[in-house]
Every structure is written in C-alpha cells, then in structure tokens.
C-alpha cells in the first residue's frame, strides 16, 4: 500500500514536471542566524587585518553569574555548530566565541594559514603568507579577550 502511493505521488510529479508547471516563487536569499549569538566584524590595531567573531551568549543572562568562555578557532566553518552545541548539549551557561574572518571561504583558508602557522615558512608557495601566530595570539588576548569581558561577567577560572 505505501509502495502504490509513492509512485502516484512520483507519477504526478513527473506528469507536473512534463506538463512544465511553473516552479515555486522563492525570496530572496537572507543572512541565516544562530539563535542566542551575535556578530561583531572588527579590524584588528596589531595586524591591521579584518576579524569576525560570532559570540553565543547562555540563554538567560544573569548579571550576577561569571560565566564559563569558550574560545575556538575556525568560527567561519563552526560557528553554528558551536551555537548549538553550547545552547543545547554543554548546557545553557557558557559562552563561547568563534573566530574567523570576514568574506569567503578562499579568504578563511589564507587567513587561517598565516594566523595558525608559528614561523614564516620559506617552502610556501609565494602567495601563501605564514607566520602570523605570535600577532594572533596577541589578538585573542588583547583584542577579543577584553571585548567579550566588557559584555559578560565571565569566570576568570573557566
């Protein structure tokens, strides 16, 4: 019985498709958004480079609370999957902070080379730069570290 209606459905689908239906009216593309997170784009004083960072907040802000943080790299391919992890399965009391870079996926991939990359690497290809981990570091603890601080109470200890 469930056989015979898949292939009436897949009959008057194909029959729609040949008899050329007009396909759905579709929107214009939006900017998807992870519940609970908001996204800061900031031009880095140390490097002069551009950063984005997506920062989920705990569901409910208590101002009393110090707040466990949790920060990762890589923002550009985990920041939904950190806002749902965080929000859903490490529990509702932490925050957490992706950090990558604006525009696309071409761009993440160099930047991520020279940020992650300790010393400069004189067998990389010409147009990879490398070695930026020292200016990085000092990013995260300088830059980012003290802008998340400014907007929670968070725990020095987690």
């Known amino acids: 019985m469930q056989s015979s209606r898949i292939a ?3 009959s008057l689908g ?4 040949l008899l050329g239906a007009e396909p759905a009216d579709f929107s214009e593309p939006a900017p998807a958004t992870i519940p ?6 900031f031009t ?4 002069g480079a551009a950063y ?4 989920t907040s705990p569901t409910k802000i208590d101002p009393v609370v110090a707040y466990p943080v949790l920060y990762v790299i890589d923002g550009n391919e ?5 806002g749902y992890v965080t929000t859903k399965l490490a529990g509702p009391d932490i925050v957490s902070v992706s950090i990558g ?10 930047r991520r080379i020279l940020d992650l990359t300790p010393s400069s690497d004189p067998s990389a290809p010409a147009n990879v730069k490398t070695g930026g981990a020292d200016a990085f570091i000092r990013i995260l603890n300088e830059e980012i570290r003290p802008f998340v601080a400014s907007r929670f ?3 020095p200890d987690r």
């Open 8 to 10: 009436v459905l897949c």
């Open 14 to 17: 194909l029959v729609s498709f």
């Open 101 to 110: 870079y604006p525009g696309g996926l071409d761009e993440w991939r160099v």
């Open 153 to 155: 109470k968070l725990d």
């Open 44 to 47: 880095s004083k140390i490097n």
């Open 52 to 55: 984005r960072i997506w920062i």
């Open 78 to 82: 985990l920041a939904g999957t950190l």
């Open 36 to 41: 609970f997170t908001q996204t800061y784009d």
